[in-house]
């Protein structure tokens, strides 16, 4: 008969006792977090002006994409376009120029 024992006996000391007492005394401190809270209140504050400036970016995007959109029009229009077209797209300019004329300011 075959007989499977594990650990090895010296006089009722076995291998695998001492093994299993020592694992069971080891202790694992806890680890306590003394540094995220205080960096959480300025992780927090960064990610509101983060997306802040987020918003900021998309809504300059825009307003130049509009203006690109608009200087590739012009362009396109230029060579053809007449004094009264482009008076019609920018009226503060044929407001100036109107009252330059009327001062007899010529540009001298």
């Known amino acids: 008969m075959l007989v499977i024992r594990f ?47 987020e918003d900021k970016s998309l809504k300059e995007s825009e307003r130049l994409e509009k203006e690109i959109a608009e200087v590739q029009e012009l362009k396109q229009k230029i060579s053809t376009m007449t004094a009264d077209e482009y008076f019609e797209k920018h009226p503060e300019l044929k407001k100036k120029f109107d009252d330059e004329i009327r001062n007899d300011y010529l540009g001298y």
């Open 7 to 53: 650990g090895w006996s010296f006089e009722g000391f076995t291998v695998t006792n001492v093994i299993y007492s020592s694992i069971a005394g080891v202790e694992i401190p806890k680890f306590v977090d003394t540094v995220t809270p205080q960096y959480k209140p300025k992780f927090d504050e960064l990610l509101v002006e983060l997306k802040e400036a």
